[in-house]
């Protein structure tokens, strides 16, 4: 079992009504403390004498130092540029000046160097990430999903992490157990009784929030009997800002969900975007606190509930970005005579519960890290000979490649590391074609594979190796003829050579590709890139990589969904046919810079 104060370390109950701005207790004193010495400053400045003393000392003085404790006496008063000018200024009595009004002049100075001091930190509290509640709103996430510290969440559409089902097996479990039958049991049961109260209640219109939030716990409670948590501050210290989450799940000190109500649809800001900072400042602050824990990726539930609406995402850290993905879709809880929504509703209810079993049974996590952004559900795979070897993932193929799901992986060999290509496919995959061709050494050599019922299968093979000053290596054809245009004309023959060689040896087989664009065909150059030659025919060295689409002519269709600007030798959806990847080829190399 898991020690519970790992993951109860970063909240503790708050009274803070949901949906309220949350506040910093520092931040708040500071200020406090601040207005009231302004104020008490300005009243003693303000009395006839004093301000006789002072203006007998300096004309100017008193003008501005009234104005500078003006900013802070008024809470609500903006702070210009001429404002912030005047925050700087600091006088020096002349040596002339009276004892009584030398005393006044250094106690303001002692005043004006505290009151820029806390402006400077109400700046840096002012360029911090906004709390939860404001994060809902869309004009503010919209600014601050642009930044560095987005949430890999799909909103907008690029900030979205790796798909949550290689990154944690309690994710696909999850997902696989939603489509499952439901299983004769006391506890599916139980699940459906709940489904159905919800399915009841749920659609009605409530006058306030906390109703909801009331009826809806009091629906859920006899199903998920932990302890449920109103009202949680989250305060990282690595953070200015803290937070609210209307109802955290707790069961043996593991926090395993989070949740956020909205009254109704269209009423108040956005659940999702609320609920996800309200993860990610929880990230932080286990981070603060226990980051051995944090190693493990600190895996979540986060619940939405927008009037009649559920919503299930999960949240992950994956050592750099907090990633949250809706896991199912959206289940409207409506009393439907069909029983359709209770059904679906019942079965997200009970693989929440079983899933939240396992994290809070989890024994604590390895302490050994991952590399941030490579999937972690994959420790080995099976190879040819079917024997399982051990894989670590370094880093992804390419850095900054959108929904490329390529990695570089190290394989340990008679002790000796080797790094590999480790390919995620969600899909089928031309396993036949790529082996095939591997062994006309065409392709890189397919080592194996992983294969799970939760999970996509990850692909190992060859990697080859990008050239450097010191040594040749691959890169792409669509690369090296951007490069080196010049040299595709002087070797056009040896390209044309290999290129009939691969063609030949899929017709024989009656194989296809789909997609032999030049991005995926590697060339073999030298540290000048110069494309290396070989055999008694003088031919280039090329290599096939990505057969997603591949398969056996007539057997295997073009995706529905695919790059309408390319032209294609078949529509979307119809077969893809051997003499199909001969027009594609011979097609870019009458203008080779194209793809």
């Known amino acids: 079992m898991m020690a519970p104060a790992t993951a109860s370390l970063s909240v503790q109950e708050g009274s803070t009504k949901s949906g309220s701005k949350p506040k910093n207790p520092k931040q708040d004193s500071r200020r406090s403390f601040l207005i009231r010495s302004a104020t008490s400053l300005k009243t003693y400045i303000e009395k006839p004498a004093i301000q006789k003393v002072l203006e007998a000392a300096d004309d100017t003085f008193y003008a501005i130092l009234v104005l500078v404790l003006d900013l802070f006496v008024d809470a609500d008063r903006d702070i210009d540029k001429s404002s912030q000018e005047a925050l700087q200024t600091r006088f020096h009595p002349a040596t002339e000046t009276s004892k009584q009004a030398r005393q006044v002049i250094q106690f303001a100075n002692k005043v004006l160097d505290e009151l820029e001091g806390v402006y400077k930190e109400w700046c840096q509290y002012a360029d911090a990430i906004p709390p939860p509640s404001s994060y809902a709103m869309t004009e503010v996430w919209e600014e601050w999903q642009q930044k560095e510290t987005a949430i890999l969440c799909f909103r907008p559409n690029e900030k979205q992490g ?55 716990d009091a629906c859920v409670q006899p199903f998920l009997s932990g302890k449920w948590r109103g009202c949680v501050s989250i305060s990282p210290k690595s953070e200015l800002r803290s937070g ?3 109802r955290a799940y707790e069961v043996d000190g593991v926090i395993s969900i989070f949740r956020e109500v909205k009254r109704d649809i269209g009423a108040g800001d956005d659940a999702y975007m609320q609920v996800s900072r309200s993860y990610q400042l ?116 390419k850095e900054n490649l959108p929904r490329s799901l390529l990695f ?44 799970q019922d939760t999970t996509p299968t990850v692909y190992i093979m060859e990697f080859l190796s990008p050239p450097t000053t010191e040594r040749p290596g691959w890169v792409t054809l ?113 203008a080779p810079d194209k793809d």
């Open 244 to 246: 609210l989450v209307d």
């Open 282 to 397: 929880y990230v932080a602050s286990v981070q603060d606190k226990d980051s051995s824990y944090a190693k493990g990726g600190i895996p979540m539930f986060l619940l939405c509930v927008v009037g009649p609406l559920l919503i299930i995402s999960g949240g992950f850290y994956d050592g750099k970005s907090t990633i949250v993905e809706p896991l199912v879709e959206p289940c409207l809880m409506f009393d439907d005579r069909l029983l359709a929504h209770q059904e679906t509703l019942t079965c997200q209810l009970l693989a929440l519960k079983q899933a939240v079993t396992t994290l809070c049974s989890r024994s604590p996590v390895d302490s050994s890290p991952y590399a941030p952004g490579v999937p972690r559900v994959y420790p080995t795979y099976t190879a040819e000979d079917g024997t399982q070897q051990s894989l670590t993932f370094v880093h992804p193929l």
């Open 408 to 451: 570089v992986a190290v394989e340990t060999l008679s002790n000796t590391p080797t790094e590999r290509v480790a390919k995620v496919v969600i899909g089928r995959y031309g396993t036949e074609v790529h082996q095939e061709l591997a062994e006309h050494a065409f392709a890189p050599i397919l080592f194996g594979q992983k294969s």
């Open 162 to 216: 790796l798909p949550l089902c290689v990154l944690d097996e309690v994710f696909p479990r999850f997902q696989r157990q939603v489509k499952a039958p439901l299983p004769p049991t006391a506890e599916a049961s139980l699940a459906m009784k709940v489904a159905f109260e919800l399915c009841r209640e749920m659609p009605a219109c409530f006058a306030e929030e906390k109703d909801r939030q009331e009826k809806f």
């Open 478 to 590: 669509f690369d090296f003829f951007q490069s080196k245009p010049a040299s595709v004309s002087d070797h056009l023959q040896a390209f044309k050579t290999a290129i009939d060689r691969i063609l030949n040896v899929m017709k024989d087989r009656n194989m296809v590709h789909g997609d032999l664009r030049s991005n995926n065909i590697m060339v073999e150059v030298t540290e000048k890139l110069d494309p290396i030659l070989s055999g008694d025919d003088q031919r280039v060295n090329l290599k096939v990589i990505d057969f997603d689409w591949a398969g056996y002519s007539g057997q295997v269709h073009y995706p529905l969904h695919r790059n309408e600007n390319i032209v294609w030798s078949g529509e979307a959806g119809a077969p893809i046919l051997v003499e199909h990847d001969q027009e594609m080829i011979y097609r870019w190399l009458k």
